[in-house]
């Protein structure tokens, strides 16, 4: 094999490793953080309610220490019919990371069931 095509199937295999590695470490921090999102002139990118609230996730919720705050949540399909703002008692979510999602006051569901976040230290 002359030196060209080796050093071509080299940077080619160091590329691919790379770019999993960055993919991966976007995607392991990536989570559907729960009740931290907002709305209206409060509300950015990140913490704009994305889409689908099912009845198996206000069930996991009502099982929790955020039943009360979350007693009205309704099913819904998608962020346009979300109601906003989880500090009006409307269940939605959206994704970050998960310290983001702690420093939020945020949560996770995972297996129908309600994971508190720990507090992210500074």
Do not use: R
């Not at 770019?19 to 209206?40: I, M, P, Q, T």
């Not at 039943?67 to 959206?94: D, I, Q, R, Y």
């Amino acid at each position: 094999m002359s030196n060209k095509k080796v050093l071509v199937g080299a940077a080619l295999a160091g590329l691919a490793v790379g770019a999993l590695s960055v993919s991966a470490s976007a995607n392991a921090e990536d989570v559907k953080c729960w009740g931290a999102n907002a709305c209206g002139a409060k509300s950015t990118d990140k913490t704009k309610a994305a889409c689908g609230v099912k009845q198996e996730d206000i069930d996991a919720v009502k099982k929790s220490e955020f039943a009360k705050k979350f007693s009205k949540a309704k099913v819904h399909e998608c962020g346009t019919h979300a109601e906003c703002g989880a500090s009006k008692g409307n269940l939605n979510w959206f994704h970050t990371s998960k310290d983001d999602c702690a420093s939020l006051g945020g949560f996770l569901i995972v297996d129908n069931s309600v994971k508190k976040l720990p507090k992210v230290k500074k």
